[in-house]
């Protein structure tokens, strides 16, 4: 879960190994998510998304989970890499006014990456 | 294609002081949004732009403005700066603004506000 104050939760990781990241959403309506990655100094960039009538889709070494029971969403990066290490967000587009939709970005979770 | 572009990259006000921050996408897109990220914080939206002439309020709206001058450029203001409005403000941009759809993200500007 995501922890109060002003401190991201961080995961820290060796070059090689897997790493999980996760992110709990809240509106059960939601049907779209995105998973952003944000290096230091720059803006976010987006790395996959999926479909609520999806469980799970692979990119190229991401993988994202979607568990619609308990409002879910992982994101896997396989052999993480000292060029994985940023703040990942999970962001999930809502309704807003005139048919357009917004993302909601959840407070992100910093993969740090040792060589 | 540059994506979006944002001006300036830093900037230090004075409380009280007024600034105008600038964004640009050359992608042809319909929607553009601005957002503020604090530390230890997720972005957050401040106000968006569903198409060229609508802007309509985000989350954290009050004390910024905001003009979509044409379909390339959102510009957001703010009239009278505070320390609480010490940012990174970022400008993102996206085709139609639907549901199925990610955004573009420009570099950022960090304010600081004395």
């Known amino acids: 879960g995501e922890s109060v104050g002003l401190h991201l939760p961080t995961l820290s990781v060796q070059e090689g190994d897997n790493s999980i990241i996760n992110c709990a959403y809240s509106n059960s309506a939601s049907d779209y998510f995105i998973w952003y990655k944000q290096e230091s100094g720059k803006g976010p960039q987006f790395i996959i998304d999926i479909r609520s009538n999806m469980d799970k889709r692979q990119g190229q070494r991401v993988t994202v989970l979607l568990n619609k029971t308990v409002k879910h969403l992982s994101l896997q990066i396989a052999a993480t890499q000292p060029g994985d290490s940023a703040v990942y967000f999970c962001?999930?587009?809502?309704?807003?006014?005139?048919?357009?939709?917004?993302?909601?970005f959840g407070r992100g979770t910093s993969l740090i990456v040792h060589p | 294609n540059a994506g979006v572009t944002q001006t300036p990259k830093f900037q230090v006000l004075k409380t009280g002081q007024s600034m105008t921050l600038q964004c640009a996408q050359d992608m042809n897109h319909n929607s553009m949004y601005w957002y503020r990220q604090d530390p230890g914080m997720g972005l957050r939206l401040i106000y968006y732009?569903?198409?060229?002439?609508?802007?309509d309020k985000g989350e954290v709206p009050n004390g910024y403005n905001v003009s979509r001058l044409n379909k390339r450029e959102f510009s957001l203001r703010l009239e009278s700066a505070a320390p609480s409005q010490t940012s990174v403000y970022f400008c993102?941009?996206?085709?139609?603004?639907?549901?199925?759809?990610?955004?573009?993200f420009g570099p950022g500007t960090r304010l600081l506000v004395l």
């Open positions: 993102a941009s996206s085709a139609q603004g639907v549901r199925e759809e990610t955004q573009y």
């Open positions: 732009s569903a198409s060229e002439g609508t802007t």
């Open positions: 962001a999930e587009n809502i309704d807003a006014s005139g048919g357009s939709y917004i993302p909601t």
